[in-house]
Structures are given as structure tokens and as C-alpha cells.
């Protein structure tokens, strides 16, 4: 009899050994059931679990808990990204507890864009706890059934923990140090910033491997395709701890007028295809930010189709 | 109807600005009477409230003739003193008065043009009329 | 040092738009440092005020005074012979010199000219910095002698998060990320170990988040 952490599909699937495919859905900008239910009809069967952004950079938007709720609802295994720019402890605590009520069973800390990038950048900062603290927080609601106070819940949360790496971003050397730290902390699994760079990334897990990291954290590898030149530049440009190499650009400008997204989903189906056959990476986080659409096709071309099935 | 003759301050530096009036006065030409003169070491000595003082007490305009950037005696005097005109005009602007009326001038010290810049300054008041 | 900044002239002017009789008092303490409340901003702020009501036709008489500080009640008490000359008082001191005088003279109207920023110091001539952010608890030593409450504008104690950019930090290019400069210090240290500890919660109750705060020396008071 296996025993689970928190009994969700992805964590069925990463302990079955599957290699995992997890995609993502950003809520929309007002109370759209419509809209989440249509994207989640892209993605139902094509992945082992959604994530849902928790208003990212720093916009409002419907909340994830919410989402999570109305993916649940279409069948599919949520996973609630909370951000500690916005909750203090007390209604981090709160809304760990709500989710599990309603069965949602994974779960991302993360830091969260800084209020000036969004839409109401008047607004006061919360950051009680950083994303650390939070993951060590749910670990000790879940494993210990105590509230960071000490105090017993009645009911524990049963969460499969995540949280989010960038291998990527200065200062270099540390981040896989910080990596060890959220998986001393808690982390059940990672899921890493968009990767286009993978000779640095191939690099990087050598050194979370010698490190044994992989063995006590599943690690997802964080692809999205690129949908235009503009696209791209812009994310090498604008985007903090993104590492977007000229011959990527190069490949895209060179598909010629109208083909570059055409380039910018075969360019993600051949990083995820030697994803898949580097030590250490037990699964993939599909990005297709605003194209979920398309996720189908990516799942298929990188033959990962059809999507385990695990009691 | 009388003529508006507008009051002038100017400030100038007992280096360059001082030859260049001496140049000036060779070459005979006078300083407006409702001009007051004023001698300073270096322009650089002059502070904000030196060149705020002028337009409380009701002078139309006020002017700082001082060296060039690359022969200044004090080396950074008109240059510092540049800073403290632009925030001076900064002021005069948001309290509703014109920044034109206060300027700031580099002299060469071998030119004559001492009095030809004040009399310029001096037109150009005119038509701005007197301060209140 | 407290640091603070000169409102805008016409807010100062909007607030004075109907009194008469003004005093401008400032301080030699942290605004005299800073450039921005001492004696001679006393003068350019009286002098400025003076030259924009003769400009609306609407004279006023300001009165000029400058403290030792504004945050000692016996300095505040030296105003009492003159304030009784004017219907309004500006005060050029950060956000606690308005405060004292109100509190001692009441039927006087007090108005703040600076805005108060932040707890910070001098990093080159004429710019300031931020470096505390008042929390209670004092512990920079665990970084390096950086503080990442003040200085992170996430205030992380496990940073650098994924927004670190060259040593800048998201918000701002002209912010250093001081989890980058801590995590460069502690590692060259040969301090990873202290880098990897999990730094736990912390307790705001020391910060303003616990409450207005007040600090007593016993062998002092009364």
C-alpha cells in the first residue's frame, strides 16, 4: 500500500515513476467561470496537474483558490499558487486549510512579483513570511498537524508541496544552494523557470545531482514555447532571471514571415524530448502562457500522450 | 507713462567677469544705472538665498557673470553656481514667476561683452515687465 | 539619520493659502544633515514664501527660527516667547518636531514642510539611502552587517528570489539586491553554512506592525 503525502494525481504519477507533465491556467480578470472551464477542456487529459497562477505580477485577478475550485471541478488535479506578497501568516494558514477542504492537494510557494509591477501599486506590501518559511509552514501543518504557533489543527492540510527555481538568475552560483534550502525546508517537488538556455541548464542539474537533490525532490523542468520573435526578445529582455540565447531568436527570425511560432513549438517539443532523457528531471511544467490551446499538440509531439493513469 | 527700467542684481567674479569688465570700461561703454553690481571672490561663494534675496526686496531680475568652465581660479565655482541658478529657477517658476529673470553667464576674460550681456539681460526684462 | 525630503513649494503654499502671520522653524538635527530643514532651507523656504504672496498680492509675514532639535520637548519650549506672533507654525523637522510643537502649543495650527522618508545615511555627497527599517530586532549580523528588511524589497530572510538581475533588484535598476551583495559576502566568508540555514519567521511584534512603541530607560524616568 503506498503511502502519500497528499494522495494527488502528480504526486501519484512522479512516485509511479511516470515522467510528469503538469501545465499551467492564469485565471481571468473578473469572475469568468466560462473562460476557466474552456481552458481547462485544452488541458484536461494532456497533463497530470494545472497550476494556477496567484495574481500574477502583481495584477488582480480571479483568485486561485477560486480557480483551483472550478478546475477540480472539470475533472482535473489543481495546483494552488499562493505568494506571500499579498497574505500574512494568519490568512496563509486560513487558506492552506480552505483548499484542502475542497480537496485540492498541491500546492506552490512562492515569493510573488512585487506589487509596483502590477496594478495597484499604492498598495501596502504583506511579506510577513517569505516563500521558505511558507513551504516550511505547510510542511509542519501537514507532517506535525500544528499551526506555526505550535498549536494542534483538528484536521490537518494534505498538500504535495512545490515550489519554484530558477537556475537562471544571479547570483548563479547560489541558486542551487537555495534549491537544497526549499527542499531542507519541505519542497516535495520543483518546478523551474522557463528553460532556453540548456547547455547552462544541463549544467546545473550536474550539480543538483552530485548534490543528491533529485533523489529527495522531484525536479519538473519549466519549458513554453515561444510564439513570435517579439516575443522572445522580449523575454530576454524585460523579463528578470531569463537567459534567452541569440540562436534561439536566430532560429525563429530564420522560419520565415508568419512560421515563427510554428519554430517556437518544435524548438519546445526537442528541449522536452532531451529533458526527458536527463538524469535527474522527473517530469515537465508546460507554460504556454495565454496558448493553452496548443498544449495538446506539444503533449503528443514529444510523445507523452496518453497521460498515465494511476489508482 | 513712465518706462519700466527694471532694477537688476549682478553678481560677478573678481576673476575672469572682473577683467572682463575692466575690458568693458576701456572700451567706455556704462552700466545701466538700475543696475547694482555686485563683487563676489568667486561665483561659486554665491548661495540660493543670495540670489533669492534680490526678488523678495524687489529687483526684476538678477544675474551671475562669472568664468568659463575650464578657467575658473576655484576650478568648480561656475559650475556650482549653474546648479544653484537652475534651482533657483526651479523655485521662481512654481511661486509664478518667470525663470528668465534669473541668468547666469560664463565671460571670457579677454572680451569686452561685460556690459553688452547686462544690457541684454536688461531688454529682455523689459519685456517681461516688472516682477509684481 | 532620518531623512526627508521638502514637500512642494505650492503644497506648502496651499496650506498657509489663508494666514497672515507664519513662523518657519527648523532643526539642526537630521534635516540640517540632510540639507533640507536647517537654517538655510529656513531662509530659502521664509524667502520663497514671502516673494510668492507679494506675487498673488496677498503679503504675508514669516517669521524665521531654528532649533536645536524638534524632538526634545525643552528646545520646543523655547518658541514660547515669539509663537504667540503668528496665527500658523511650518516646521521643516521630520514627521516628530510638527508633532511636539502641536502638542504644546494646541491652539496654534502646525503644518509639516517635509515629508518624512526613511532611517538611512550618506552614500556619496548629497544622496541618501535607506538602511532601517525600524523593526525592533537588529539582526544584520546573520547577513553579512546588511540588513534584507530594509534593504530587500521583499524583505526576504532566505532570499535572493528569482527577480534578482544583475545585482539589481526587480523593482528598480537603480536598487541593489541586497541578497545578491549577502549571499557574494557570506560564500567568499567561506560562510555557506550560515547561508543555508532556515531563517525562521520573524516576529513583527517589535515593528510598528505590534503597535505605536515607546522605549524607557528605568534608571532615567522619573
Known amino acids: 500500500m503506498t503511502e502519500y503525502k497528499s494522495g494527488s494525481n502528480l504526486e501519484k504519477v512522479l512516485k509511479a515513476g511516470h515522467f510528469a507533465v503538469t501545465g499551467e491556467c492564469g485565471p481571468p480578470r473578473g469572475a469568468n467561470v466560462e473562460l476557466v472551464r474552456k481552458k481547462a477542456q485544452y488541458l484536461k487529459g494532456y497533463v497530470d496537474a494545472v497550476n494556477v497562477t496567484d495574481n500574477q505580477t502583481a495584477v488582480v485577478r480571479l483568485s486561485s483558490w477560486a480557480t483551483c475550485l472550478i478546475l477540480k471541478q472539470e475533472g482535473l488535479d489543481p495546483t494552488f499558487q499562493m505568494v506571500c506578497r499579498d497574505r500574512n501568516r494568519l490568512a496563509m494558514q486560513s487558506d492552506i486549510l480552505g483548499v484542502a477542504a475542497h480537496g485540492i492537494k498541491n500546492m506552490l510557494c512562492l515569493s510573488g512579483d512585487h506589487q509596483t509591477f502590477g496594478d495597484h501599486p499604492e498598495a501596502k506590501n504583506v511579506y510577513d513570511i517569505d516563500s521558505i518559511q511558507l513551504i516550511s509552514m505547510v510542511k509542519k501543518m501537514r507532517d506535525e498537524g500544528k499551526f506555526l504557533n505550535g498549536e494542534p489543527i483538528d484536521v490537518p492540510p494534505k498538500l504535495f508541496i512545490g515550489a519554484a527555481c530558477n537556475p537562471f538568475a544571479e547570483p548563479y552560483e547560489f541558486r542551487v544552494y537555495r534549491l537544497a534550502k526549499k527542499i531542507n525546508a519541505g519542497a516535495d517537488f520543483i518546478q523551474t523557470q522557463c528553460i532556453f538556455n540548456m547547455k547552462r541548464f544541463r549544467e546545473f542539474m550536474k550539480r543538483v545531482v552530485d548534490m543528491g537533490l533529485h533523489e529527495r525532490c522531484y525536479i519538473l523542468a519549466g519549458i513554453t514555447p515561444l510564439k513570435s520573435v517579439g516575443m522572445a526578445r522580449y523575454m530576454a529582455t524585460k523579463v528578470p532571471g531569463m537567459d534567452v540565447p541569440e540562436e534561439i531568436i536566430k532560429r525563429l527570425k530564420g522560419a520565415g514571415k508568419g512560421k515563427a511560432a510554428e519554430e517556437g513549438i518544435k524548438i519546445a517539443v526537442e528541449q522536452i524530448q532531451e529533458l526527458k532523457e536527463m538524469e535527474g528531471i522527473a517530469g515537465i511544467h508546460l507554460m504556454a502562457i495565454e496558448w493553452e490551446e496548443r498544449v495538446p499538440e506539444i503533449v503528443k509531439a514529444a510523445g507523452l500522450y496518453p497521460r498515465p493513469k494511476v489508482d | 507713462m513712465q518706462e519700466f527700467r527694471p532694477k537688476i542684481i549682478a553678481f560677478y567674479c573678481s576673476n575672469c567677469a572682473s577683467s572682463a569688465a575692466d575690458v568693458s570700461e576701456r572700451m567706455k561703454q556704462k552700466i545701466s544705472e538700475n543696475v547694482k553690481i555686485v563683487p563676489v571672490p568667486c561665483t561659486g561663494r554665491i548661495e540660493i538665498l543670495h540670489l533669492l534675496k534680490p526678488f523678495e526686496k524687489g529687483a526684476d531680475a538678477v544675474c551671475v557673470l562669472g568664468c568659463q568652465e575650464d578657467s575658473c581660479q576655484y576650478i568648480r565655482g561656475i559650475i556650482q553656481v549653474k546648479k544653484r541658478v537652475e534651482h533657483v529657477k526651479k523655485i521662481l517658476e512654481k511661486i509664478g514667476i518667470e525663470p528668465e529673470r534669473i541668468e547666469v553667464f560664463s565671460l571670457s576674460a579677454s572680451k569686452g561683452d561685460f556690459v553688452d550681456v547686462i544690457n541684454k539681460m536688461i531688454d529682455k526684462v523689459k519685456n517681461l515687465g516688472p516682477i509684481y | ?222
Open chain 3, 1 to 222: 539619520m532620518i531623512v526627508a525630503e521638502q514637500k512642494p513649494i505650492n503644497e506648502i503654499l496651499d496650506m498657509i493659502k489663508d494666514l497672515k502671520k507664519v513662523l518657519v522653524v527648523g532643526c539642526k538635527g537630521c534635516v540640517t544633515v540632510c540639507n533640507v530643514g536647517g537654517e538655510k532651507e529656513v531662509s530659502i523656504l521664509a524667502t520663497s514664501i514671502r516673494i510668492a504672496r507679494k506675487k498673488q498680492k496677498k503679503e504675508v509675514e514669516v517669521g524665521e527660527k531654528v532649533l536645536e532639535r524638534q524632538c526634545d520637548p525643552e528646545y520646543i519650549e523655547e518658541l514660547k516667547d515669539i509663537i504667540d506672533d503668528y496665527e500658523g507654525v511650518i516646521s521643516l523637522a521630520c514627521g516628530v518636531g510638527p508633532q511636539f510643537i502641536a502638542e504644546r502649543f494646541p491652539e496654534k495650527l502646525v503644518f509639516p514642510a517635509v515629508n518624512t522618508k526613511f532611517i538611512g545615511g550618506a552614500i556619496e555627497h548629497g544622496v541618501w539611502a535607506e538602511r532601517c527599517a525600524g523593526c525592533g530586532e537588529c539582526v544584520i549580523h546573520y547577513y553579512g552587517g546588511m540588513c534584507p528588511i530594509a534593504r530587500c524589497s521583499k524583505s526576504l530572510m532566505n532570499g535572493p528570489c528569482g527577480g534578482s538581475n544583475h545585482g539589481k533588484c526587480e523593482v528598480s535598476p537603480e536598487i541593489d539586491c541586497i541578497w545578491d551583495k549577502i549571499v557574494r559576502k557570506l560564500m567568499a566568508q567561506g560562510r555557506l553554512d550560515d547561508l543555508l540555514k532556515i531563517r525562521p519567521p520573524k516576529s513583527w511584534l517589535t515593528a510598528r506592525d505590534g503597535g505605536p512603541r515607546k522605549m524607557v530607560r528605568e534608571e532615567l524616568a522619573k
